[in-house]
């Protein structure tokens, strides 16, 4: 894994929720890992929002469904998304759009950001249109009640899924 940045690298930063990992977020994540010489996926330690799976483990399916891209890490952050930014040498935020509603909460996250420090560009990635329905929310709602997830999630996450609701039944 690099740690170190040469200051000639381009380093995206992708951060987000991740509860879970969705093919939504992959394609993303895919896409933008090509056009930055390194990807750090941020997951957000948010004590505000009660998630279903930790941070840990948000972190060790993110891993475990990039292990095919080198240049992809994956780390966390409960500081601000700025200044975790600048601790990793990366300039810009990689935030994916599935619609308009999407948008405007994002332009006002990007426009904050980039208040807080000018260096900083957020880069909106349009969502593959086959994902464009899809959210963590949704997966875990239909996970919930034993629904099929296959086409939503990667086999890890299914698994993953699958234990958490069994074990509270
Ligand atoms: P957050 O709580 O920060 O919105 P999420 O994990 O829900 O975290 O989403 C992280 C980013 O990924 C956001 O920019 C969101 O719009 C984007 N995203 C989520 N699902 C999809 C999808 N199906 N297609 C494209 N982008 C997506």
Redesign the pocket.
């Known amino acids: 894994m690099l740690t170190n940045n040469t200051g000639n690298e381009r380093v995206a930063v992708y951060?987000?929720?991740?509860?879970p990992v969705?093919y939504?977020?992959l394609?993303?994540i895919r896409r933008s890992a090509k056009l930055y010489d390194r990807l750090i996926v941020a997951v957000?330690n948010n004590t505000s929002k009660n998630p279903l799976f930790t941070v840990e483990e948000r972190k060790q399916l993110l891993a475990e469904v990039t292990q095919d891209l080198p240049n992809v890490e994956i780390d966390s952050f409960r500081d601000l998304l700025v200044r975790f930014m600048k601790s990793r040498q990366a300039n810009v935020i990689i935030?994916?759009?599935?619609s308009v509603t999407?948008f405007e909460y994002?332009l006002q996250l990007a426009s904050t950001n980039h208040l807080l420090d000018n260096e900083i560009d957020t880069i909106f990635m349009m969502?593959?249109p086959k994902?464009?329905y899809?959210?963590?929310s949704i997966v875990k709602e239909i996970a919930q009640f034993d629904g099929e997830v296959k086409e939503l999630v990667p086999p890890a996450v299914e698994r993953e899924l699958r234990k958490k609701y069994d074990a509270r039944k």
């Not at 951060?15 to 509860?19: E, Q, R, Y």
């Open positions: 951060p987000g929720s991740f509860d969705t939504g977020h394609d993303i957000l935030r994916g759009i599935r999407d994002e969502t593959n994902y464009s899809l959210s963590s």
